[in-house]
């Protein structure tokens, strides 16, 4: 069983589409995240949530909404997608009491904006 | 604000031979301390990590120690194989005196690491 899965696997869209990136965790963990890698491999964090409440919300375009329907799910919502949006995107979850045993990431979603 | 700083890559070394990426760190108390590794094509998998001051993490042959008084925790391993290349990170949690964290991971540059055989 994977612990924390995101789909799609690849995503190849158009300048101005809207689309979304859905994120799924079975290992009973009460936060989720959403990182962003770029083409130098740079990582940097997007958003967090905590029982489906917000609690980091990093410098991010409006264009980019989460949503967090349960503690078991995070979703990602890009409207207007510019070409600067092509990236890698990671979802990844943790126990918020261990959180300092470090967070579990998903294979990762590759965003392409053409 | 926290940071993390990784020695540059990329690094190319020959199987067997020794690896050391550096890794130091700036952050307020005692962080957690962490290396992911990235194989191509792939998520982030935690190699190792390390909640406390003078403890190692090890893993798949990987070392690392945490030391507060150079603020660094650096990656070793003694041979390093053609299946380590990949790219590797640390990365840290800040310390949180009130039990639960709801601190970000922070991740260094990311180091890449190719080993010919």
């Known amino acids: 069983d994977t612990a924390v899965s995101q789909t799609p696997k690849y995503l190849v869209t158009q300048m101005g589409n809207d689309k979304s990136i859905k994120c799924e965790q079975n290992l009973g963990h009460d936060t989720m995240y959403w990182y962003k890698q770029d083409s130098k491999k740079f990582l940097k964090i997007m958003f967090s949530y905590n029982n489906k409440e917000l609690i980091i919300n990093e410098t991010v375009p409006n264009r980019f909404s989460p949503k967090s329907p349960d503690k078991a799910h995070l979703n990602l919502h890009i409207n207007s997608l510019e070409l600067g949006d092509s990236a890698v995107y990671f979802c990844?979850?943790?126990?918020?009491?261990?959180?300092?045993?470090?967070?579990?990431f998903g294979s990762g979603t590759r965003l392409t904006v053409v | 604000g926290n940071s993390v700083t990784q020695m540059e890559g990329p690094v190319t070394l020959s199987e067997e031979a020794f690896l050391t990426i550096n890794c130091t760190y700036t952050?307020?108390?005692?962080?957690?301390l962490f290396w992911y590794v990235q194989y191509p094509g792939e998520g982030l998998q935690l190699l190792l990590k390390a909640t406390k001051a003078d403890d190692k993490g090890s893993n798949k042959g990987f070392e690392a120690t945490y030391r507060k008084e150079t603020t660094s925790f650096h990656l070793e391993k003694g041979s390093v194989q053609v299946s380590d290349s990949a790219v590797y990170f640390c990365?840290?949690?800040?310390?949180?005196?009130?039990?639960?964290?709801?601190?970000?991971?922070?991740f260094g540059q990311g180091t890449i690491l190719t080993v010919h055989p």
């Open positions: 990844a979850s943790s126990q918020a009491t261990r959180g300092r045993s470090g967070y579990t």
């Open positions: 990365a840290l949690i800040p310390s949180n005196a009130g039990g639960t964290s709801y601190g970000k991971l922070t």
């Open positions: 952050a307020t108390g005692y962080p957690s």
